[in-house]
């Protein structure tokens, strides 16, 4: 899927369901009112959450309709998962094994004043927020969250599931492995890799490769600890599955 086809009026407009109700949905529900103001493009259902003290609760507009099971009870619905906090960062990847959705139906939001060439691809699920920017021949996964103010560069590979915190910055030809968390502010030098479901701490500049499951912090960047990712039933380190 290239960029051109997120752009805004690119489809009839079709429902949508977010699953989560915390501050990354609602972010997403003000980047589909912007896109909606350009081009009617979607048509908000409703937030999903497991927490039943938010069922009936509005939050920016939309009201919390039920659990996230209820995506079987709207089958034509596109599905956003907005989730994740540093402190766990693997909940889109728990929600989606949890749904078993077909890839299809998830909806892919880009913020109209995001600035994406035409070279780049995003994938299905993925949330792209204000003042993004992708240059060259990127290509951004699926369920990917991509907060305010990132740049990625010519050729970065984002996998599926990355988290990328407001202001990260990425140079040319980088690897994020699946499942990344990015905090706010990092800096990634051109042709590192980024190891599966490493967390990258807030400020820090990354000089070396960073494997799998690390969380890495300071400037520049160390070794600090283990990672501690709960993925559920499935390991993505043990074999990685798709999502379908």
């Known amino acids: 899927m290239t960029a051109h086809s997120l752009r805004p009026g690119s489809r009839t407009p079709r429902d ?7 501050g990354f949905a609602r972010e997403t529900i003000e980047a589909v009112h912007a896109i909606n103001e350009q081009a009617p493009t979607w048509r908000l259902l409703g937030l999903l959450d497991d927490d039943p003290s938010r069922h009936g ?12 099971e209820l995506v079987h009870d709207h089958p034509d619905a596109a599905v956003v998962i907005c989730t994740g906090r540093p402190d766990d960062y ?15 139906r998830y909806g892919t939001i880009v913020h109209p ?16 927020l204000a003042h993004v920017t992708a240059t060259s021949e990127v290509v951004i996964g699926r369920q990917v969250c991509v907060m305010p103010q990132v740049v990625l560069t010519h050729d970065d590979l984002v996998g599926d599931w990355v988290t990328l915190a407001s202001g990260v ?19 990634i030098r051109e042709g590192l ?8 701490g807030m400020g820090s500049v990354v000089t070396r490769d960073v494997p799998d499951r690390r969380v890495w912090f300071g400037a520049p960047a160390r070794d ?3 990672a501690v990712v ?3 039933v499935v390991d993505v380190l043990a074999g990685e599955r798709v999502i379908r």
């Open 90 to 104: 693997a909940s889109r990847y728990r929600l989606a094994s949890r749904l078993a959705l077909p890839v299809e």
């Open 230 to 232: 709960h993925l559920g």
């Open 16 to 22: 949508l369901l977010v699953v989560g109700a915390g």
């Open 224 to 226: 600090v600890r283990a």
């Open 169 to 187: 910055r990425v140079g040319g030809a980088a690897r994020i492995g699946s499942g990344a968390y990015l905090g706010s502010g990092a800096l």
């Open 57 to 68: 609760l509005r939050f920016a507009g939309v009201p919390v309709i039920g659990i996230p």
């Open 113 to 128: 004043a995001a600035s994406l060439a035409g070279s780049c691809v995003v994938g299905a699920g993925s949330v792209l």
């Open 193 to 200: 890799q980024i190891g599966a479901w490493s967390m990258i």
